[in-house]
């Protein structure tokens, strides 16, 4: 079940509860940004937010009637069952209008717009006081779509401006579950779920319906929004004619400049492909100095004896030097 806290929580203690890494649903957290008051008519917003367009360009994904607005995999030269399109932002506006309007006109999408490349002064005008200072908004903007089933690399509060946004949700051990697919021929950037996007009974993901018993689910609705900790799966389906999302990334718990990401990469080239015993090995190894079960792995020393082991930036520093000298062959 979602953690459902309320829109007034304060900065402390909504960081205190992100600790716990779950999803959680913030009612109505983003009503009262000027935005998001404006978005009750699509043609006021798109007038609000081309106040504030530098003019730049973005990609957008411009799919036929006969998708549904269901951005994925397809039969196109490219693999996917959508064009990519360069467009500035009065045009993509323009485009969304004119579909919600006809039913028959392409969907198009523009996600990932970073506020302060297209609409600068956007983030000042509309503050969200709950994120950490510094971390800036970007924009998802379209008619009615589904965004395959992903996983981000960053926490994540998500704010619906304009529409409604349903999410479902997969907790981050279910990956094995999920049918994921390549991880360099992507939609966005990050890998998706096969099994989510082909539905329920398909013979060829029998193990989905283990992580299908297992799935959230949440509408939000304009001004509420959600906060998804780094790894949890989630299919977006935006369901009204004209919708946006902003939403704000960070990593909550970086203790380093380097993401947990490239260890995975660099751990997938150098271990997978060994024998399963020497695996398990390396996995006990693993569990004793990174994930700690049992907790730190000098705990029986004095800390003054745990070395580069010892909690400060200035060890995490050196341990990243030596890695980066063994990496270089020295």
């Not at 411009?62 to 039969?75: E, F, K, P, S, T």
């Amino acid at each position: 079940m979602l953690r459902d806290i309320g829109a007034d929580i304060a900065p402390a203690a909504f960081a205190e509860a992100r600790r716990d890494c779950v999803p959680m649903v913030l009612r109505g957290v983003a009503a009262d940004l000027p935005i998001t008051r404006v978005a009750q008519d699509g043609a006021n917003l798109s007038a609000y937010l081309l106040g504030f367009d530098s003019g730049r360009t973005a990609q957008a994904f411009v799919g036929d009637a006969a998708i549904g607005g269901r951005y994925n995999y397809g039969d196109r030269s490219d693999g996917f069952n959508f064009a990519r399109e360069t467009l500035g932002l009065a045009a993509v506006l323009e485009r969304i209008l004119r579909a919600a309007a006809d039913a028959g006109a392409p969907s198009i999408y523009c996600g990932s717009l970073p506020a302060e490349d297209h609409l600068p002064g956007l983030a000042e005008a509309n503050r969200m006081p709950l994120v950490p200072a510094g971390v800036l908004p970007r924009l998802w903007i379209g008619n009615a779509s589904t965004i395959a089933c992903h996983y981000d690399r960053f926490d994540n509060l998500a704010c619906v401006i304009a529409g409604e946004r349903r999410f479902t949700l997969y907790p981050p051990d279910t990956i094995g579950d999920l049918y994921v697919g390549p991880i360099d021929h992507t939609m966005a950037g990050q890998p998706v779920s096969l099994a989510a996007g082909a539905g329920s009974g398909d013979s060829r993901y029998p193990r989905f319906a283990a992580a299908q018993a297992r799935a959230l689910s949440v509408t939000l609705r304009a001004g509420d929004a959600l906060y998804l900790p780094k790894l949890w799966w989630h299919q977006v389906e935006a369901t009204a004619p004209f919708n946006l999302l902003m939403n704000y990334w960070w990593d909550d718990f970086a203790s380093s400049p380097d993401s947990p990401y490239t260890a995975l990469l660099l751990a997938m080239t150098t271990l997978a492909d060994r024998p399963a015993a020497e695996r398990t090995a390396w996995r006990a190894f693993f569990d004793h100095y990174a994930f700690r079960p049992e907790g730190h792995p000098l705990a029986h020393l004095p800390a003054a004896q745990h070395g580069i082991l010892g909690d400060s930036r200035e060890n995490r520093g050196r341990i990243r030097a030596f890695v980066m000298q063994l990496l270089r062959g020295g």
